[in-house]
């Protein structure tokens, strides 16, 4: 902590925040930190020049060893940025050399025979009373910044789109796979190709290219990758860029943005942990401080768009696949990375259990915690010849049908996308025919109930959750099936005058997708070429997905 400070002397308000000369049990150094603190009082900073000059002003410098002990502070010095942390240490050993001394005097005052052993103890229990609230952490407010009253355009203007890293193709309406700024996991038995899908991921957000030749990367998505391998060494590494590279047939502009943006770190040998018990807790390490360090400092223009960490087990430290509370703990500090400028989505490859292999599945080895507390969960699993993808949950997204996968020339790629890109479509006109249901239901109420003031009553009469009968009544509204007359504060909402969809049978989508119904044909197109087939132009558009057009999320 002293070479931090000497380095840095920046870093001497944190370290002074945390501990006092008092604190250290070599009393050199104590006094070398008084020394800090008298030169930071006249106005100066500490460095190896003017530390040695206070020194022996304070007729101390050959009492901590010399101005060679002094150098010494700064010949190994750990990251500047950690100087917290060494502080903390420090701070931490000051305490349990006083509760051992408080220990040794309750020992003493209990064996006294001088008849005060009474009035000893009570001085000793007052001693340590005063140290604990000492060394309680100072109150905050609740939540810090994040402590926040609601904006009232959170309720009167719709959010921005999500941004998403992967997503299906346009021409099946191009909804989300896999979430801009989030923690996901994708976990798979040794030897599937986990491993070879996160480079190859890193390689299709940088080129554009489509992931395992199907799931493509939007065009919003720029930015630099990290990949931190910790069971790969820079041999490794590059056999796996060369063999993607090689497979995909990257051009010579494509291999050199990869150059430009990749940031690929083979760890093989190294201590990666980004948490550790301290306290009995999970905490996080320095490493994980510095990482977020480096992330700032490297960000470039654009920010990362990716951080891939292979394996979960090598960066987890601590009880993490055992405890969910360290299993939340640890998707926590991977949350701080998502945080980076960017906002890049961490992916973290995982081993799966010994039960679902056993079984021929896949699925997150450890407790439920760590599937909890990610947004997206991806598997891969062995399925004869092929690999079978499957995204087991997704808190932003419709469910995404898995998929057959094959090796070829050592890399991975999709078998049948028509398959998968059938079944997500099968899922749209599904929700579609949700929405045409609920409008049904809101016409009956009206034709049996008469004109209606409240929303909610007529959502509640149809059988509806409150939102869902919202959006339904908003639809009815939108084809001109239900007509609302009034003001804010006082609204009517009745049967369309002239309508008689209520008495019609429900119509199969019509072919062309002019008939103003819920339809599912994909050539029509808005502003941005994505299919609209189902949706209604007008703010509160429906889409067949079930959502809004404006709602850039989905189910959570």
């Not at 990290?226 to 993607?244: F, M, N, P, Q, T």
Request: charge should be neutral; proline fraction near 6%; glycine fraction near 10%.
């Amino acid at each position: 902590m002293l070479g931090a400070v000497l380095c840095d002397p920046s870093c001497y308000p944190r370290a002074a925040a945390a501990v006092d000369a008092a604190d250290f049990y070599n009393e050199a150094n104590g006094r070398i930190f008084d020394a800090f603190r008298a030169l930071v009082e006249t106005g100066a900073e500490p460095d190896p020049v003017t530390l040695p000059a206070q020194l022996e002003r304070d007729g101390a410098l050959e009492r901590v060893g010399g101005a060679s002990y002094v150098a010494s502070l700064v010949t190994e010095l750990p990251d500047t940025a950690n100087v917290e942390h060494y502080a903390a240490l420090v701070r931490a050993a000051a305490r349990k050399r006083h509760f051992l001394r408080l220990g040794q005097d309750v020992i003493a005052a209990v064996a006294s025979e001088n008849g005060k052993s009474e009035a000893a103890l009570a001085a000793v229990k007052a001693e340590l009373a005063a140290a604990l609230a000492e060394d309680a952490p100072p109150a905050a407010p609740a939540f810090g910044d994040a402590w926040r009253q609601a904006d009232i355009g959170e309720l009167t203007s719709p959010p921005r789109r999500r941004q998403w890293l992967l997503t299906l193709p346009e021409t099946q309406g191009g909804h989300g796979l896999l979430p801009r700024g989030k923690v996901g996991i994708m976990a798979a038995e040794g030897g599937t190709g986990k491993t070879t899908a996160l480079v190859a991921l890193a390689v299709s957000v940088i080129t554009a290219r489509p992931w395992l030749g199907l799931y493509q990367v939007p065009p919003t998505v720029t930015g630099r990758v990290l990949l931190l391998l910790a069971e790969e060494d820079s041999d490794d590494v590059h056999r796996r860029l060369w063999k993607i590279a090689e497979a995909l047939r990257l051009t010579g502009s494509e291999r050199t943005l990869l150059a430009e943006r990749l940031v690929v770190i083979p760890l093989a040998g190294r201590p990666v942990a980004l948490t550790a018990v301290s306290g009995g807790g999970l905490v996080e390490t320095p490493l994980a401080a510095a990482l977020r360090n480096r992330l700032m400092r490297d960000a470039g223009e654009d920010g990362f768009a990716l951080i891939g960490l292979d394996p979960l087990s090598r960066f987890a430290g601590g009880d993490v696949e055992g405890s969910n509370e360290a299993a939340t703990r640890y998707v926590e500090v991977l949350e701080s990375l998502a945080a980076a400028p960017g906002h890049p989505t961490v992916l973290v490859s995982a081993h799966s259990s010994k039960v679902a292999r056993r079984q021929g599945q896949a699925d997150v080895r450890g407790v439920t915690g760590l599937s909890d507390a990610a947004r997206w969960v991806a598997t891969l699993r062995r399925d004869g010849e092929e690999v079978r993808f499957a995204v087991a949950k997704s808190n932003y997204s419709l469910p995404c049908p898995p998929a057959r996968l094959r090796w070829r020339d050592e890399t991975l790629e999709v078998v049948s996308g028509a398959e998968i890109l059938d079944a997500a479509a099968a899922a749209r006109a599904a929700a579609g025919a949700e929405l045409d249901d609920d409008v049904r239901r809101v016409v009956d109420v009206l034709t049996r109930e008469g004109a209606m003031t409240s929303r909610d009553t007529i959502a509640h009469a149809a059988g509806l959750r409150l939102a869902r009968g919202r959006a339904a009544i908003d639809l009815a509204i939108a084809r001109g099936m239900v007509a609302q007359v009034g003001t804010d504060r006082r609204r009517t909402y009745s049967l369309a005058p002239g309508d008689v969809a209520h008495t019609s049978p429900p119509h199969p989508p019509h072919p062309s997708g002019t008939d103003g119904r819920l339809g599912a044909c994909p050539s029509r197109t808005d502003r941005d070429g994505r299919g609209t087939a189902g949706r209604m132009d007008g703010s509160g558009r429906i889409g067949t997905d079930g959502r809004t057009a404006d709602d850039p999320g989905g189910p959570k």
